[in-house]
């Protein structure tokens, strides 16, 4: 038998994700790359997943799947990780999913190195993982002692590949499903924004120096002519509750071409959060603020005198 | 309801870390430790329950490679009435697995309880898995990223926080929930509870003492490398007499590197 990776996510989106880079891995590797499908009426989803470059997609579709739920989910696929035998699965690190990785290397009795946001293949064909550690102030790299190896990939972290027409196989899998141990009560959906802040070419953001929550105006204006959108750290949603989210490592990890940090101290949990922004700006009055180690161009100064300049100069350039 | 078990890591004081510049290595030898942030909140919430529906028992379970005494003080002076520290040299590597597994094997020799709260990840290591590891070797039910719950009878009501939707969940006891940080903002002790704290007991056991076999503990990860991400950034100062030219400049910087224009 051909050796596997095999990915799974509760979310469509992020499976198309993961099999962007797991097709290179595979590729690398000379395995199949197969991705399970689990739900109730899933099956229209099996082609774009083989179109996503998947050879095979093990598909689950039953009326007790219709929702997540960890039990039922957990049992398809340890029976499907036992009867196929795949070196590597990748499952999507979601609120859902990570629980799902942890589980299932715990019945398989193996390792699991959650949210790796890079994956790469080394000279001994080792999978090498990358996270985020201690706060942000390492990155790990890490391999495993033990197969199947588990790994789990954060949403947005790599590209879907171009749909392409290609052929795979389907394979309508069978498994024998766990009882749920917890009953849903309700389900409330979220007010969740249309634009996402992770897909912002431009974010202009805003830390502890804004002094009003009505000051986020200036930033707007900004992110306005930028055509980007407004972020802020963790304080200002945590402590003063302008907010609900934040940028930052325990919260929207972003990759823009260009952060602008107004009045951003620059601790290192908000820093883990925009590492892999293209250009950094900081604005502080602090000249001392550990944002400008980090940052390609810092302006010591007050946010409220350089924003509306800098709103003005913009202005003349773009228009 | 007769007893909660809260399991509480001593992290690493991640806000106090600090870094050799020149190898990028962390200073992790004498780093200050702390009870991990998320840990906190689910003590917190345990406490929360026994002043609601009072006559519970609160025990913390610690898994640690060096004493975690001092710390563990502060749980108790939180209101946790008995903590035990599982304490052994050969905890030194072990990864989530072994930690889980430690910890399962604890829980089991401390006996019946209701309900097991954890901390979603931890302060430190930040990988998020040792309760679902947990919640499986105990073969419990568990409710993950927990943001609010109440006990109701035999059975607890916990809402979940999912990036689309809020969830909430029954489940019956015993059950395992781990919580978010918004769930609540852990008290800080008195000098009254710190001073009452001291005559509360921790146990300590060893490896021994849980009878845990080596090869359990045996890490299924290998760590290559941590190092501090390098910054390579260019650290522009940009200056001028006024915040129009300060602006200008940027401005003109910006068009350079080529992230201006839509």
Sequence with gaps: MKSMIMVYSEKHELTLEILGKGREIADKLRTELAAVLIGYNVQEKANELIKHGAD??????????????????????????TNYKPETVLIG???????????????????????????????????????????????????FKTKPQIATIPPRTFEKLHPQERSGQIIKFDAKIEEPKTEIIETKPLQVSAVRIEDADVIVSCGRGLEKKEDTAL???????????VGNTRPLAEDRKWFTEWVGLSGHKVKPKLYIACGISGVIQHVAGIRDAKVIVAINKDENAPIFEVADYGVVGDLYQILPALKEALKKQLH | MNRIIVCLKQAIDVSQLKVDPSTRQLITAGAAKKISDFDKNALEEAIRIKEKIGNVE?????????????????????????????????????????????????????????????GETSLDSFSGLVSSRLAELLGLAHVSSVRKVSVEGDAVIA???????????????????????????????????????????????????????????DAKIEVMEVLAPKTERKRVKITGETAQEIAEKLVKALVEEGVLGR
């Design chain 1, 219 to 229: 930033l707007e204006e900004l992110a306005q002519i930028l055509n980007g959108q």
């Design chain 1, 56 to 81: 095979k997609v093990f598909l689950v579709d039953n009326q007790a799947l219709m929702h997540f739920q960890i039990e039922p989910y957990l049992s398809i696929l340890h029976s499907l990780i």
């Design chain 2, 159 to 217: 809402e979940r926080a999912l990036e689309d939707s809020i969830e909430t969940v029954k489940v019956k006891m015993p059950a395992l929930i781990s919580v978010t940080r918004e769930i609540n903002q852990p008290r800080i002790p008195s000098l009254m509870m710190i001073m009452k704290a001291s005559k509360k007991e921790i146990v300590t056991w060893t490896a021994a003492d849980l009878k845990l076999q080596k090869e359990k503990l």
């Design chain 1, 93 to 143: 690190s979601t609120r859902n999913g990570k629980p799902l990785a942890a589980r299932l290397a715990t019945r398989l009795q193996t390792g699991c190195i959650p949210d790796c946001n890079r994956l790469s293949v080394d000279e001994r064909n080792r999978l090498v993982c990358e996270r985020i550690t201690y706060g942000g102030n390492a990155v790990a790299k890490m391999t």
């Design chain 2, 58 to 118: 609160i025990l913390t379970v610690t898994v640690a490679s060096e004493d975690a005494k001092t710390v563990l003080r502060e749980a108790l002076a939180m209101g946790a009435d008995k903590a035990y520290m599982i304490m052994d040299p050969s905890f030194k590597d072990v990864d989530t697995l072994g930690t889980a597994y430690i910890l399962a094997e604890a829980i089991k020799k401390i006996g019946a309880f209701d309900l097991v709260l954890c």
